[in-house]
């Protein structure tokens, strides 16, 4: 008889990570590392598999809201409350490059792209995405999009595509290099977007209580996903390594997960009790995932007894 699937619901590692709110877990293109922003303006690293604390970074004059790093894990991207989009060597913790463009407001969302990360994609309170050539010397973006009527508060990058979510409403999904938009409407606030692994889908967090899984070519609705609680906050979504889950956080501190296709809820997890759980990332490897709490903690989770296909934490 075939075991039931393995779901990550069992606590790995709990981390004492932020002085206030976790407002971003990531983990690194492979997954060696984990990253985590906080609201008391810092972001740190960690290794995921001894659960310890590698380095902390600071530097913004607020809260860090957003941090990608490049895939040969040597520079780290982040952008915060204070409208700055930075560049940072991960060894020594100096800040390569800054960026300016989001004169408007605050920065919520950043992103490498491009072949060997030459880009940096970022998005805020401006309505603006800019995208910023890491080779150049100049701090102006190369390109800024002027993407949505209000805030826009997140990007996702695959190959040439860039996908934005906003609090107008609305998805739009960018050809950088045809100069092709395509605008699909949800017509609620959009927090959290992502690419599946083939980028042939986007996953949409709609603030009420809702996540949409959208056709990136097309714009027509998949799959809708409902059970967790999303109506004010930021809270952050994702789909599993293999696009075969969905998760979300929630705002009563629970990570809900989906059958992609039937859209059942298939694990519930009290992550971060009587607290928001607002930060989420999947491991690219495997059945682990991370996540951030107004407790200011992150977790680590795996599938019980280390069933399934996870990633090897230990």
Not at 18 to 47: I, K
Not at 106 to 130: E, I, L, M, P, T
Not at 180 to 206: E, K, N, Y
Request: net charge negative.
């Amino acid at each position: 008889m075939a075991s039931p699937p393995a779901y990550p619901t069992e606590e790995h590692a709990c981390l004492v990570a932020h002085e206030g709110p976790v407002l971003c877990v990531r983990f690194s293109r492979t997954g060696a590392y984990l990253l985590t922003c906080g609201r008391d303006r810092t972001f740190r690293l960690w290794n995921p598999y001894k659960a310890t604390l590698i380095k902390t970074y600071a530097g913004h004059a607020h809260e860090v809201r957003d941090v990608s790093c490049a895939s040969d894990n040597s520079r780290l991207a982040t952008c915060g409350g204070d409208k700055q989009v930075f560049v940072w060597d991960v060894a020594t913790g100096a800040k390569l490059r800054r960026f300016r463009g989001h004169e408007g407001g605050g920065v919520n969302a950043v992103a490498f792209a491009a072949d060997h990360d030459q880009v940096v994609v970022s998005a805020g309170y401006d309505r603006r995405v800019n995208l910023y050539d890491a080779r150049a010397n100049t701090p102006d973006p190369a390109q800024s999009l002027l993407a949505h009527a209000d805030s826009v508060s997140s990007v996702a990058v695959a190959d040439h595509r860039v996908v934005s979510g906003g609090v107008d409403g609305v998805v739009c999904t960018w050809d950088v290099r045809a100069g092709i938009r395509h605008r699909d409407v949800i017509h609620r606030p959009v927090g959290r977007v992502s690419f599946s692994g083939d980028a042939g889908c986007v996953l949409a967090g709609v603030v009420e209580s809702r996540l949409a899984l959208l056709d990136a070519s097309s714009g027509e609705v998949l799959a809708e996903y409902r059970g967790h609680a999303h109506e004010r906050s930021a809270i952050a979504s994702t789909l599993s390594s293999d696009d075969a889950l969905v998760a979300s956080g929630s705002e009563d501190g629970r990570v809900v997960m989906w059958e992609l296709v039937d859209a059942d809820v298939v694990a519930s997890i009290d992550a971060h009790p009587k607290h928001s759980a607002c930060g989420l990332d999947w491991h690219p490897r495997g059945d682990v995932i991370a996540t951030g709490g107004t407790d200011g903690l992150a977790k680590l989770w795996v599938p019980p007894g280390g069933r399934g296909r996870r990633a090897q934490l230990e």
